[in-house]
């Protein structure tokens, strides 16, 4: 209990206010100063912090200036800019199981833990040379990487990023490890991923460290991203050379892995592909998944009981990412140049484009916030974050971002393959 | 001595910049057909489009990704011609789309040419 009178609690409040006030400033510049009612505290090396609740947070990957914004999302603002993070076109992050630390892949395969908390890197390693994406084990204990260059995935503590295992690609047609591509937890500590070069989808059991277990299939010409469902249970990676989808259930795992959607084109020329789609965090809502036709302007609409095509939306280009809205709702879809000004909302229940609008140049991706009230949206050349209102469509703010790439918000941390 | 070298220096220099001026008058002789520059702005939305949109799988920096690298390294063994024609043919088999329908062949070359120097970053 506090003992103290009230007007030297109101003296302490007072100082208290005044301090975090001084290290916002000092932090953040005066654009933030009105959120000073944040706790102020010391971390473990004494510096003083302003700590944020972490849920709360997010990252956004500024690709051509090797920079990240940290960002809040229940009032969309933008909390501080870290600078001299490497080559970040094509960054992603994945997010440590307490949502504390940011584990970010960087396209010249540096690995950078940024701590949420104190708001800087804590660690940074070089871990190849070119590297996609990661993802978390489902006990939260590894960090694994996916890389093109060299062709594997890596294995490190999530803690202390020492490398605990790695495993090498299988060879394509040129001899060399084949680029990963589609990386996703399973429950335990394994992973699904993809070879685009050899052609196969593989599953890596990280159980024993000492001898982790590797099993691959034959799964399709050219995969070129992977997704896992919401359960951990199905595992899909498309396929760039034929049309159809790679197909993996691992509550059946003697079923080993085969196509569905096969001939989706319907033997029709496809259209020039100017950007892969990118199939984590594609949609899967309810009984319904929506997944991407390769070289064609359509959303395929399967349902997720039999993995049969129910259904085929006409889009404005080349989909890129289809997100479900959390509560399932609605699908939101950005495209692949030259369509990519361009965003569009499919109704689940009818199936039909209900809203068509551009929220500037270059959209790259789509993050909702948990619940799905609003969501955010990069545009790269319009240097701008859009946050919409999912239920009025409208705007509710715009944030200043050198060439906004990836959006990622901690909640990711207890979602499969996110 | 210093005051003679220099001298010297900007007579090379002067040769090389009339032998490079020109170049493209000789070659018009030739019978070639000169490729003109694109403009200025025009060069500025077609490295934006290198960097940004061929980046997509060949990365900004022009590393490699999904797609090959386009180091001037990684290109030095490749005709100019070819490398043209798959810009804006594509490579069937391959992700590598046509771009015919944004850029030229003028442009393309112009591309080729810069990618083959190191390409700009601005």
Known sequence: MDRRTPEAGLFQRM??????????????GSAVAAHAHEPVGHDAVGATVSALPTGDLGVV??????????????????????????DLSHASVVFSRDQRYAYLFGRDGALTQIDLLTQQVKKRVAQATNSIGGAVSSDGKLVVAQNYAPGGIKAFDAGTLALVAEIPALPGANGQPSKVVGLADLPGRRFAYAL??????????FSN???????????GKQPYDGLVSNDGRFYLA?????????????????RGVHKILAGYGRGEQPLPVYKMPHLRGWAIAGDLAFLPAIGRHEVLVVDTRTWQEVGRVAVKGQPVFAVARPD?????????FPDNGWVQVIDRKTLAVTHTFSPGAAVLHLEFTPKGDQVWVSARDSNAVVVYDTATKTEVARLPAHAPSGIF?????????? | MVTKQSNLAIVHFAALAIALLALPIANAGAGDVISPAPTFERQ???????????????GMTLQGGLGPPLTPEALAEKPEEGLVATIRQGRPGTPMPPFAPFLSEDEARWIVERLKQGFSSE
């Open chain 1, 328 to 336: 399932g709702r609605e699908v939101w879809v950005n495209f692949a």
């Open chain 1, 61 to 86: 990957i500024e690709r051509a200036t090797g920079s990240v914004l940290l960002v809040a999302h229940s009032q969309p603002r933008i909390i501080k800019r870290l600078e001299g993070l490497g």
């Open chain 2, 44 to 58: 500025r939305a077609i490295v934006h489009l290198v960097r940004q949109d061929c980046g997509a799988c060949h």
């Open chain 1, 196 to 205: 685009f070069d050899a052609n196969a989808l593989c599953l890596t059991d």
């Open chain 1, 409 to 418: 918000f901690t909640y990711r941390a207890a979602l499969f393959g996110r």
């Open chain 1, 209 to 219: 460290l000492a001898q982790p277990e590797t099993q691959c299939h034959l799964a």
């Open chain 1, 15 to 28: 100082k208290r206010v005044a301090l975090c006030l001084q290290v916002t400033l000092l932090f953040f």
């Open chain 1, 238 to 254: 498309g396929l760039f050379g034929e049309d159809g989808i790679a197909f993996y259930d691992d509550l059946y795992p003697e």
